[in-house]
């Protein structure tokens, strides 16, 4: 199949998936499409909102219309690398055998990973970047596709254990749960208070996945569409040139080449979905706030005054 045939199937494919999809969630459809463009896109997501917006079952349902194996890892703060990742264990022979930890999914639901210390958040470090773990010196590849999204709860910060910079970088898009609307929650509450059961069909399968993954690679992208995004991001470091007062004034750290990276993946995968065969720079701006929110760090000044990260961003924009 060429590649204009596959990318034409793929936005047909991608309604059908939202349709199923909206089966159980109700509304959230931002959420839904950014989730879905990590995983199409091979990166991973940050879910921040408050409990009680069905995150699990976002995610549970997104599993199971793509035909992936998925796990829920809960995060404690007694929670051990080898809770996630596995152990070695003497078997009845007295030899050494490895049991495979949750990590071993196509989709990982990392819930509230803020709760957990940092040596337990760092063991998905590695199966993040490089999708394999390593335990008692032996390298375990896992199986594609491969996509976590962790979870992390704003309001209760005591006992929390905030993820350092470079983790949140790892994570393609830090997207922001709001509460439904009051139509929305009539749906919720009618659906989920009745006997309905409702049935999700597997539209994909983890090749399938895996080889859209490569379609969106191989979209050709203009040298002008790059430099937009890489001008963006530049712009979001202070005390460079062509810096804006905005961010000198309100920002302390701007976004790395990695931001850069990931604008360009996800506009392919705005641009595919609906149906243009190379991205513009329309389909940069429309990814570039879930993107960029987590990688710039505010200073003191804009905390005191109330500048959000999403107000920095539309300046920029």
């Not at 958040?121 to 590849?141: D, I, S």
């Not at 710039?296 to 005054?305: D, G, L, P, R, T």
């Amino acid at each position: 199949m060429s590649d204009v045939k596959a990318i034409e199937e793929l936005g047909v494919k991608y309604k059908q998936l939202k349709s199923e999809i909206s089966k159980v969630i109700i509304g959230q459809h931002q959420t839904v499409d950014q989730v879905l463009y990590s995983i199409f896109a091979g990166g991973h997501s940050l879910l921040i909102g408050v409990p009680g917006l069905a995150k699990t079952l976002l995610i549970n349902t997104i599993a199971q219309a793509i035909g992936l194996d998925f796990k829920r890892i809960q995060f404690t703060p007694d929670l051990m690398p080898s809770d996630i990742l596995g152990s070695e264990i003497l078997d009845e022979k007295r030899q050494f055998k490895f049991i495979k930890g949750p990590i071993f999914a196509n989709i990982i639901l990392a819930d509230e990973i803020n709760r957990t210390p940092p040596k337990t958040q760092a063991a998905l470090l590695e199966a993040m970047q490089e999708r394999t773990v390593t335990v008692a010196g032996r390298h375990y590849k896992l199986d594609l596709p491969f996509f976590v999204l962790a979870t992390q709860n704003p309001i209760e910060q005591e006992g929390t254990y905030p993820l350092p910079e470079a983790q949140l970088d790892r994570f393609m898009f830090s997207i922001n749960l709001d509460y439904p609307t009051f139509e929305e929650e009539v749906e919720v509450v009618k659906s989920t208070t009745s006997n309905k059961k409702v049935t999700i069909n597997a539209l994909f399968n983890a090749e399938e996945i895996i080889n859209y993954q490569k379609l969106i690679r191989r979209i050709p992208v203009a040298d002008n569409v790059i430099e937009y995004a890489v001008n963006l991001v530049a712009k979001t470091r202070p005390n460079t040139p062509n810096t804006p007062e905005i961010v000198n004034n309100y920002i302390d750290w701007g976004a790395g080449p990695r931001a850069s990276q990931n604008l360009i993946l996800c506009a392919k995968v705005n641009a595919a979905i609906n149906g243009k065969f190379s991205p513009d720079i329309e389909d940069v701006k429309a990814v570039a706030y879930p993107i960029l929110r987590h990688r710039i760090v505010k200073n003191y000044k804009a905390e005191a005054e109330g500048i959000t990260e999403v107000a920095i961003i539309k300046a920029l924009l």
